[in-house]
C-alpha cells in the first residue's frame, strides 16, 4: 500500500472563484454503492493545463438533508488511471497521463442519495467543472473492472488493493466477478502446492510453486468453507528460486523468476472439520475458487516441521524476516498444538531398588535415543558411596525405548546395587520437559541435571563439588569441568558469540573446546555466563523460582543458557570447577552447525528465540 | 588341605569343546577333587537344556551345566540376566563358594563377576584370562581386522573406533570404563603368560592384581625320538590346532611350497587340525588350493583327541606352531615339550615367550613364510636336535599348576 498512498490525494474543497476553462471535459461512467458501505464514482477528466486536480461532490439543494450530509463526506481516495481511449478522442499527444479516476466515498449510514441532487466537482487552481452522476446502483464484480480495459495492470492491482483495505475480505464476496475455470487460469498461470498443512485454531503452512511470470494474479488468499479469510498471500510469502518449474515450463516467465512459494498463514479462526479453499483473483477480475486439500497436524510433528524447513534457505538475506514471519510461528504453533492436544501427561514412576530415604540430592538423567547409558553409569555409580544418599532419577523420555527399557531396568537393577528411580511421562516431553519432570518427583532438596553420557572420572563427586559450591557467592548453578573420552576439554563453562554467518543471532559457545588442559589451564573456580546443562548442581528452590527449563525451545537446544540467564538477571552467579573432571561423550549427532539439514535449522530457529529474549543481557555479560 | 570351597566356572566343558582354557580349567577342577577339596565345576554350554532349565550336570553332580548364553560380545551382556540374578544367584546362595575361579566370562556374561560380588562379597574372585577379550572388541585377538590382520600393539578409544567404523570412539571409551568396572571387582587375575600381563598392565590392570601360572600337563611318559631309517633326517613336521586364519598354517603350506627340491624329499607335514569347515569359503579354498599344490608333502588328519596326543607326538619331530597373531600360551607348547619334541614357532608374543630360540626350539619371522621355510629347511639339515630336546624342560605339572592356584585363594 505504500505506493498507492502517494498517488491519493485527499480532497480540500476550498472556495473556488471564477471558472476557466483549464479542466474542459470531465465524465461520470459508474455510480455505484458497494457493500452498502462505500460509494465508487469512476470515470475520467481530461486537464491538461492541470498535472493534479481535486474532486468533492457537492450538493446542489443545500438543504441539509441526507444529499447535503453525502456531499459533506470528502473523498477517502483518489485514484488515478490511464485511459488511451480519452487521449485517442482529444488528439493528446504529451507525456504519459492518467486522466481516468476512480473515487472511493464513505456512504453515511441510512442515508437515501439521489444522484440528481449532487454533482461531482472537479477542481484545480481556479477551475472547477461539474459533472452530473448517474444513478447509484449496487456496484458488481463485472461493471468494477469492466469499464477499465486500458487501465494498466498496475492500475487495477491499486484498484483492487484499495477495495481490500476499505472492505476487508468482503471484497471477495462483491457479487459478479466473472468466475474463470481452472484450466483458463492455467492458461496464464500455474502452481503446485506440495504441502498444505492445517493446524486447527491456529493456521495454515502453504508450500509449492506459482509460476506467474505474466503477474497476471491481482490477489491470492485462503479462505475456510465457514468464510474465514487469510490474508494477502501474493506479497507476503516465501518465495525462492525453483529452477525445476522454470524448466517445465519454457519461456513462462523471467531466468530470475522465484517460482517456489512457502508461507505460514495465521488462520485464528480455522476449525478442524473446515474445508479450505483458495481464492485467485486475476488483474482483470476474474476469479477462480479451488478447493484445497490440506492435512491437519496433530501430535505428531516431525515429519511437518521437516516440511516447513526443507525449504528454509538460513543463507538468505531476509531469513530473519522469514523466520520471524514464516518459520518461527509456524513451528511456534506446531508445538502449541501439540502440547495442548496431549494435555497433562500420565505419569508412571518406578522404583527400582530400595528408595533413598531423605536423601541428600536429586540426579535427574532423560534419557533418550539410546538407554544403555544407564547401565554404563549405574556401574560407575556402584563403587561410589556417594550414591547411597543419592536420589538417582531417570527420565524416560523415548517411547520408543518403553517396552524395551522397563526389563532392562529390573535386570540391571537386580546386578547393580544403586537404587534408581524411573519417570516415563508416556511421551516425549523434550530435554527441558523432562528434567522439568524429574524435578517435580525429585524429594531433596538440591539438583544435578545430568546428561545420560556423562560418565564420572572417579568416585565422591557429587559431594566434593556440593562441598566446593558452599564457599562461593550467590550461587546460581555450579558445574564441574567436562572433557571428552581422549581427555581434551569438552566444557569449562560457556560463552555467547555473534555470528557473522547467521544474521548477527547469539550461539552459545564452548570456549577451549577440544583443547588438551595444559592449553587452557582451567582455574580451580571460575565464574562464567552460563554453563552446560549436561552437569549442573543447583537447587531446587532456585530451579523452581526460575520455573525451571523453558520448554519451548524445540528438540534440546539453549535451554540450558536460557535457565542460567534467567537467574543470571535475578542476580545469581554461575560457577565451573575446573579441577572436577567428569567425562562427556557428547554424540557427534549433536553437532548441529556442521550441516544444514533441519535439525540444524531448528537450532536455528532456538538460536533465534534465545536471541529476541536474551539478546540485550548477553550484551552486558560478554561486554 | 583347606577348607575352601571352589567354585570353578569355564565358558565351555571338555567333553562340548576342547579349547585350552576349558581343558585348563577342568583339568584343575579335576586335581582338585582328586585331592578331596570341595569344589564345582560349572561350565557353560549352548546345548538345550531339559525343560528349560538353566542347570543340568554331567559325569556327576558336582559337574554343572550351564545353559546360557551372551546377547552382546561388545560389552560381554547375558543373554539372559535372569541366569544371573536368579539361577547363578541361587547356586552361589546354596553353595556359599569361598573362592569363585572364573577361567571365562565369554559366553555368559561379565555380570556373573557382579553377581558372585553382590552375593557373595567375601568370596575371593578369581580370573584367568586366556585372550585379549577386554582390551580387544576383535574376539580379543589384537590383530586389526581386514584381510592383512595387521597385528595391534595397544588400544585406544579413538584407534579402536578405526578397526570398527560402525562404533565410536566413546562406544570404546565407554566399554573399557564398564569392563574395568566389573575387572574392580576381581581380587586376583592369573594369565598364563608374561606377555598377556604386560598387555593387561598397559590397558590399566595393576601389575600386583595378576600372577603368572603356566596351565599344568599331565605326568606323561614321554615318547622315544621317533626311530630313524638308514639315512633319514628329522624330517616329520607338524601341526595341532584349529585351522583358522589366525594360526597361520596358511603360512606354514607356503612354506613348505618354497623348500628346495631337495629338502622336500626329506620332510613330510601332518596336520592335525578342527575345523576348517567352519571357516570362510574364501579361506578354506586358499588352503585347500595349497594342500593340492603340495600333494603327498602334506597330510591333512583333522581333529585329534586328547588321548591321543601321545601317539601323534611319537611320529613328529617338529611341531609348528606358525600363529600370526600374539597367542598367550597355546596348550601345543606344553604339549610339545611335555613329550619331549622341540618346536619351530613365530617369533612374537606367548611363542617368544615360552620357547627359547636356539634353546629348545626355533623362532621364525612371524608370518614369513620365507623365513620359516629357512627354518624348516636348517631343522633338517643343520640343527642339533638332541640337544634342543636335551634343553626342554619338564613343563608345570598339573597338581603343581592347583598348588601355584590354591596359594591365590587365601
Known sequence: MGKLTQLLFADKSESITEPRDGIPHVWVDVCGILGQRYLLIQGWAFHPAYESVNFRLVSMVGDAGDNEKAAANSVLYTLRTTRLDVNKQFGFQGAVRRWGYSLLLECPEGVEIDHTQLRLSVEAGRDRKLAELKPFEPLAGGALFGHCATWNAEEKQKLFNLLRTVMGSKVYEIEGFPHMQEGQLRAHVNWHWDNVLAVPGRGVFLAGWLLDGQKELASMVLRSSDGCYSSELLDRSVRYARQDVLDAFPGTAPADYKAGLYAWIPMPHLMERSALEIVMLTKQGAVTILPLQQRIVREDITLASQQILVNFNVRARDYQKVMREHVGPALAALWENRQSLLGEPEVEVVQFGAPIEAPKRSVIVPLYGRYDFLLHQVAQFTSDKDFAETELIYVLDDPRLYEAFMPFCHDTAALFPVSFKVVYAGRNLGYAGANNLGARYATSDQLVLLNSDIIPSEGGWLSRIEHKATDLESVGVVAPKLVYDDGTIQHLGMSFSRSAEYGQLWLNEHPGKGKPEWLVSPETVEEAPAVTGACMFISKALYESVGGLDETYVLGDFEDSDLCLKLRKAGYRHYVLGDEKLYHLERQSQNLFENHDWKFKITLYNAWQHTERWGALIEELVA | ?410
Open chain 2, 1 to 410: 588341605m583347606t577348607d575352601h570351597k571352589i567354585l570353578i566356572v569355564s565358558h565351555g566343558h571338555p567333553d562340548h569343546s576342547k579349547g585350552g582354557a576349558e581343558v585348563a580349567a577342568y583339568n584343575l577342577f579335576k586335581e582338585y577333587e582328586r585331592q578331596g577339596l570341595d569344589t564345582v565345576f560349572l561350565a557353560r554350554t549352548d546345548q538345550p537344556s531339559h525343560g528349560g532349565s538353566a542347570f543340568s550336570t554331567i559325569n556327576s553332580e558336582r559337574e554343572i551345566l550351564f545353559h546360557t548364553h551372551m546377547s552382546d560380545f561388545f560389552l560381554f551382556q547375558s543373554g539372559n540376566k535372569k541366569h544371573v540374578w536368579q539361577d547363578f544367584r541361587g547356586l552361589l546362595e546354596r553353595y556359599q563358594p569361598t573362592v569363585v575361579h572364573f577361567h571365562h566370562y565369554i559366553h555368559m556374561g561379565l555380570e556373573l563377576i557382579r553377581e558372585v560380588k553382590n552375593t557373595l562379597p567375601n568370596a575371593r574372585i578369581v580370573l584367568t584370562l586366556h585372550e585379549y577379550l577386554a582390551i580387544c572388541a576383535n574376539n580379543g585377538q589384537m590383530v586389526k581386522p581386514g584381510k592383512q590382520m595387521k597385528l595391534c600393539y595397544k588400544s585406544a578409544p579413538t584407534d579402536c573406533a578405526r578397526c570398527f567404523p560402525e562404533r565410536s570412539a566413546a562406544d570404546f571409551f565407554l566399554r573399557e570404563k564398564y569392563i574395568k568396572s566389573i575387572f574392580d571387582l576381581v581380587d586376583v587375575f592369573v594369565s598364563p603368560s608374561h606377555f598377556l600381563i604386560d598387555r593387561y598392565k598397559a590397558w590399566g590392570i595393576p601389575e600386583t592384581k595378576m600372577v603368572m601360572i603356566e596351565n599344568g600337563q599331565p605326568k606323561v611318559e614321554a615318547p622315544l625320538p621317533r626311530p630313524l631309517a638308514e639315512g633319514e633326517e628329522r624330517g616329520r613336521f607338524a601341526f595341532f590346532g584349529q585351522i583358522n586364519p589366525f594360526k597361520g598354517v596358511d603360512v606354514l603350506l607356503e612354506a613348505f611350497k618354497l623348500l628346495p627340491e631337495e629338502i622336500k624329499k626329506k620332510v613330510h607335514l601332518d596336520i592335525h587340525g578342527a575345523n576348517l569347515e567352519g571357516q570362510t569359503e574364501d579361506f578354506q579354498g586358499k588352503i585347500r588350493g595349497l594342500l593340492d599344490e603340495l600333494g603327498d608333502l602334506v597330510t591333512l588328519h583333522g581333529p585329534y583327541e586328547s588321548n591321543e596326543i601321545g601317539r601323534l607326538m611319537e611320529q613328529t619331530d617338529w611341531v609348528v606352531i606358525p600363529s600370526v597373531w600374539w597367542e598367550n600360551s597355546p596348550m601345543v607348547i606344553q604339549e610339545a615339550f611335555n613329550h619331549k619334541r622341540p618346536l619351530i614357532a613365530s617369533d612374537i608374543g606367548g611363542m617368544e615367550e615360552k620357547i627359547a630360540h636356539l634353546e629348545n626350539g626355533v623362532h621364525f619371522r612371524s608370518r614369513s613364510a620365507n623365513a620359516l621355510a629357512y627354518q624348516v629347511k636348517n631343522a633338517v639339515l643343520e640343527e642339533d636336535w638332541s640337544a634342543l630336546v636335551k634343553s626342554i624342560n619338564r613343563p608345570l605339572s598339573i597338581s603343581e599348576c592347583a598348588g601355584a592356584h590354591l596359594k591365590l585363594y587365601s
